[in-house]
Protein backbone atom coordinates (compact mmCIF):
# COMPACT_ATOMS: atom_id res chain seq x y z
CA UNK A 1 0.00 0.00 0.00
CA UNK A 2 1.26 3.64 -1.09
CA UNK A 3 1.93 5.75 1.48
CA UNK A 4 4.80 8.01 0.24
CA UNK A 5 3.58 10.19 -2.98
CA UNK A 6 5.52 11.94 -5.29
CA UNK A 7 4.53 14.65 -7.99
CA UNK A 8 4.91 14.47 -11.14
CA UNK A 9 6.15 10.75 -12.06
CA UNK A 10 7.80 11.62 -14.86
CA UNK A 11 8.76 15.82 -16.10
CA UNK A 12 10.72 17.09 -19.46
CA UNK A 13 12.00 19.61 -19.78
CA UNK A 14 15.04 21.83 -21.11
CA UNK A 15 18.19 23.47 -19.51
CA UNK A 16 18.18 26.62 -17.61
CA UNK A 17 14.49 25.97 -16.77
CA UNK A 18 13.07 25.76 -13.15
CA UNK A 19 11.25 22.61 -12.02
CA UNK A 20 9.63 21.73 -8.64
CA UNK A 21 8.91 18.12 -7.49
CA UNK A 22 6.34 17.09 -4.68
CA UNK A 23 6.21 14.29 -1.89
CA UNK A 24 4.02 13.63 0.77
CA UNK A 25 3.97 11.07 3.40
CA UNK A 26 0.52 9.28 5.23
CA UNK A 27 2.88 7.17 7.56
CA UNK A 28 3.07 9.89 10.36
CA UNK A 29 6.89 9.65 10.42
CA UNK A 30 9.16 12.06 11.32
CA UNK A 31 11.93 11.75 8.93
CA UNK A 32 11.70 12.35 4.93
CA UNK A 33 14.86 12.15 2.47
CA UNK A 34 15.23 13.11 -0.98
CA UNK A 35 17.58 10.49 -2.73
CA UNK A 36 18.92 11.02 -6.65
CA UNK A 37 19.10 7.54 -8.55
CA UNK A 38 21.14 8.01 -11.65
CA UNK A 39 21.29 5.40 -14.90
CA UNK A 40 23.42 2.84 -13.63
CA UNK A 41 20.88 2.65 -10.24
CA UNK A 42 23.13 4.25 -7.88
CA UNK A 43 20.94 6.30 -4.95
CA UNK A 44 23.01 9.20 -3.56
CA UNK A 45 21.20 10.83 -0.23
CA UNK A 46 20.95 14.68 -1.38
CA UNK A 47 18.90 16.00 1.64
CA UNK A 48 17.41 14.73 4.61
CA UNK A 49 14.56 16.58 7.01
CA UNK A 50 13.68 15.89 10.36
CA UNK A 51 10.26 17.45 12.07
CA UNK A 52 10.73 20.27 9.17
CA UNK A 53 14.46 20.67 9.85
CA UNK A 54 16.71 20.61 7.70
CA UNK A 55 19.95 17.84 9.47
CA UNK A 56 21.04 16.08 6.10
CA UNK A 57 22.99 18.37 3.07
CA UNK A 58 24.93 16.57 0.88
CA UNK A 59 27.43 18.37 -1.18
CA UNK A 60 24.49 19.03 -4.38
CA UNK A 61 24.49 22.39 -6.39
CA UNK A 62 22.59 25.32 -5.17
CA UNK A 63 20.56 24.79 -7.27
CA UNK A 64 18.88 21.86 -5.54
CA UNK A 65 16.79 23.53 -2.71
CA UNK A 66 14.48 21.18 -0.09
CA UNK A 67 11.15 22.70 1.01
CA UNK A 68 9.71 21.27 4.25
CA UNK A 69 5.90 22.83 5.15
CA UNK A 70 5.70 20.34 7.61
CA UNK A 71 6.26 17.31 8.71
CA UNK A 72 4.76 15.24 6.28
CA UNK A 73 6.16 16.96 2.88
CA UNK A 74 9.03 17.53 1.49
CA UNK A 75 9.55 19.21 -2.09
CA UNK A 76 12.85 19.65 -4.25
CA UNK A 77 13.20 22.57 -6.31
CA UNK A 78 15.38 23.10 -8.55
CA UNK A 79 16.28 26.49 -9.87
CA UNK A 80 17.90 26.03 -13.19
CA UNK A 81 18.34 22.57 -14.71
CA UNK A 82 21.67 20.78 -16.29
CA UNK A 83 21.70 17.90 -18.27
CA UNK A 84 23.37 16.02 -15.89
CA UNK A 85 20.34 16.78 -13.15
CA UNK A 86 18.81 13.98 -15.56
CA UNK A 87 17.42 10.97 -13.01
CA UNK A 88 15.18 9.60 -11.07
CA UNK A 89 14.27 11.12 -7.75
CA UNK A 90 12.81 9.71 -5.06
CA UNK A 91 11.42 10.32 -2.02
CA UNK A 92 11.71 8.68 1.35
CA UNK A 93 10.28 8.77 5.01
CA UNK A 94 11.10 7.01 8.43
CA UNK A 95 9.68 6.79 11.62
CA UNK A 96 12.66 8.86 13.04
CA UNK A 97 16.14 9.95 12.71
CA UNK A 98 18.52 7.54 13.94
CA UNK A 99 20.06 4.00 14.33
CA UNK A 100 16.29 2.55 13.71
CA UNK A 101 15.22 4.56 10.65
CA UNK A 102 13.71 1.76 7.79
CA UNK A 103 12.99 3.85 4.86
CA UNK A 104 9.39 4.10 2.89
CA UNK A 105 10.02 4.96 -0.57
CA UNK A 106 8.07 6.90 -3.72
CA UNK A 107 7.96 6.16 -6.95
CA UNK A 108 9.93 8.18 -8.02
CA UNK A 109 10.01 11.28 -10.37
CA UNK A 110 12.07 10.68 -13.60
CA UNK A 111 13.62 13.79 -14.78
CA UNK A 112 14.76 14.25 -18.52
CA UNK A 113 16.51 17.12 -19.35
CA UNK A 114 17.23 18.05 -22.73
CA UNK B 1 33.11 8.64 3.37
CA UNK B 2 30.90 5.87 4.18
CA UNK B 3 31.23 3.65 1.12
CA UNK B 4 28.83 0.47 0.30
CA UNK B 5 30.39 -2.27 -2.10
CA UNK B 6 27.94 -5.00 -3.34
CA UNK B 7 28.88 -8.39 -5.32
CA UNK B 8 27.88 -9.56 -7.13
CA UNK B 9 26.84 -7.03 -9.45
CA UNK B 10 24.80 -8.95 -11.54
CA UNK B 11 23.48 -13.24 -10.63
CA UNK B 12 21.74 -15.33 -13.42
CA UNK B 13 20.21 -17.99 -12.02
CA UNK B 14 18.41 -20.97 -12.92
CA UNK B 15 14.68 -21.41 -11.18
CA UNK B 16 14.97 -23.12 -8.15
CA UNK B 17 18.44 -21.89 -7.38
CA UNK B 18 19.46 -20.33 -4.34
CA UNK B 19 21.03 -16.75 -4.61
CA UNK B 20 23.78 -15.07 -1.80
CA UNK B 21 24.06 -11.61 -2.15
CA UNK B 22 26.93 -9.69 -0.17
CA UNK B 23 27.31 -6.37 1.20
CA UNK B 24 30.36 -4.79 2.63
CA UNK B 25 30.45 -1.52 4.42
CA UNK B 26 33.22 0.65 5.10
CA UNK B 27 32.36 2.05 8.85
CA UNK B 28 30.46 0.71 11.47
CA UNK B 29 27.02 0.33 10.84
CA UNK B 30 24.00 0.43 13.18
CA UNK B 31 21.27 -1.16 10.77
CA UNK B 32 21.36 -2.61 7.97
CA UNK B 33 19.02 -2.84 5.24
CA UNK B 34 18.04 -4.64 1.77
CA UNK B 35 15.80 -3.16 -0.61
CA UNK B 36 14.42 -5.04 -4.05
CA UNK B 37 13.71 -2.96 -7.01
CA UNK B 38 11.87 -3.88 -10.26
CA UNK B 39 13.10 -1.86 -13.42
CA UNK B 40 11.08 1.06 -14.02
CA UNK B 41 9.76 0.42 -10.04
CA UNK B 42 9.82 1.73 -6.70
CA UNK B 43 12.31 0.60 -3.91
CA UNK B 44 10.38 -2.06 -1.15
CA UNK B 45 12.15 -2.64 1.89
CA UNK B 46 12.62 -6.51 2.23
CA UNK B 47 14.60 -6.81 5.51
CA UNK B 48 16.49 -4.78 8.14
CA UNK B 49 18.74 -6.21 10.97
CA UNK B 50 21.24 -4.01 12.86
CA UNK B 51 23.10 -7.78 13.57
CA UNK B 52 22.24 -11.37 13.40
CA UNK B 53 19.86 -13.33 11.24
CA UNK B 54 16.10 -12.07 10.18
CA UNK B 55 13.86 -14.61 7.96
CA UNK B 56 11.00 -13.57 5.69
CA UNK B 57 9.65 -16.48 3.72
CA UNK B 58 12.12 -17.07 0.98
CA UNK B 59 14.56 -14.71 2.11
CA UNK B 60 17.69 -14.54 4.95
CA UNK B 61 19.56 -11.42 5.92
CA UNK B 62 22.61 -11.61 7.94
CA UNK B 63 24.59 -8.71 9.33
CA UNK B 64 28.04 -9.19 11.17
CA UNK B 65 28.41 -6.07 12.20
CA UNK B 66 32.16 -6.28 13.62
CA UNK B 67 33.07 -7.64 10.14
CA UNK B 68 31.14 -4.82 8.45
CA UNK B 69 29.46 -7.14 6.08
CA UNK B 70 25.92 -8.50 5.39
CA UNK B 71 24.34 -11.46 3.36
CA UNK B 72 21.17 -11.69 1.78
CA UNK B 73 20.01 -15.39 0.84
CA UNK B 74 17.21 -15.96 -1.21
CA UNK B 75 16.25 -20.01 -1.88
CA UNK B 76 14.22 -21.64 -4.34
CA UNK B 77 14.95 -18.44 -6.85
CA UNK B 78 11.26 -18.04 -8.72
CA UNK B 79 11.36 -15.69 -12.04
CA UNK B 80 9.41 -12.79 -10.30
CA UNK B 81 12.49 -12.39 -8.01
CA UNK B 82 14.17 -11.09 -10.73
CA UNK B 83 15.15 -7.39 -10.35
CA UNK B 84 17.57 -5.24 -8.54
CA UNK B 85 18.36 -6.15 -5.02
CA UNK B 86 20.24 -3.11 -2.97
CA UNK B 87 21.39 -2.85 0.55
CA UNK B 88 21.74 0.31 2.24
CA UNK B 89 23.64 1.03 5.31
CA UNK B 90 22.79 3.45 8.48
CA UNK B 91 25.19 4.75 11.51
CA UNK B 92 23.30 7.26 13.32
CA UNK B 93 22.78 9.26 9.64
CA UNK B 94 21.02 9.04 6.53
CA UNK B 95 21.28 5.63 4.67
CA UNK B 96 24.09 5.07 2.39
CA UNK B 97 23.07 2.56 -0.79
CA UNK B 98 25.44 -0.12 -2.85
CA UNK B 99 25.05 0.15 -6.46
CA UNK B 100 22.70 -3.25 -6.39
CA UNK B 101 22.68 -6.92 -7.60
CA UNK B 102 20.68 -7.53 -10.80
CA UNK B 103 19.11 -10.74 -10.33
CA UNK B 104 17.85 -12.84 -13.83
CA UNK B 105 16.16 -16.07 -12.63
CA UNK B 106 15.63 -18.40 -15.95
CA UNK B 107 12.92 -20.61 -16.34
Known amino acids: ETAVFQTPNYHVTQVGNEVSFNCKQTLGHDTMYWYKQDSKKLLKIMFS???????VNETVPRRFSPQSSDKAHLNLRIKSVEPEDSAVYLC?????????????FGAGTRLSVL | GQQVQQSPASLVLQEGENAELQCNFS?????LQWFYQRPGGSLVSLLS???GTKHTGRLTSTTVTKERRGSLHISSSQITDSGTYLCAMSNNNAPRFGAGTKLSVKP
Open chain 1, 92 to 104: ASSPDWGSQNTLY
Open chain 2, 27 to 31: STATR
Open chain 1, 49 to 55: YNNKQLI
Open chain 2, 49 to 51: NPS
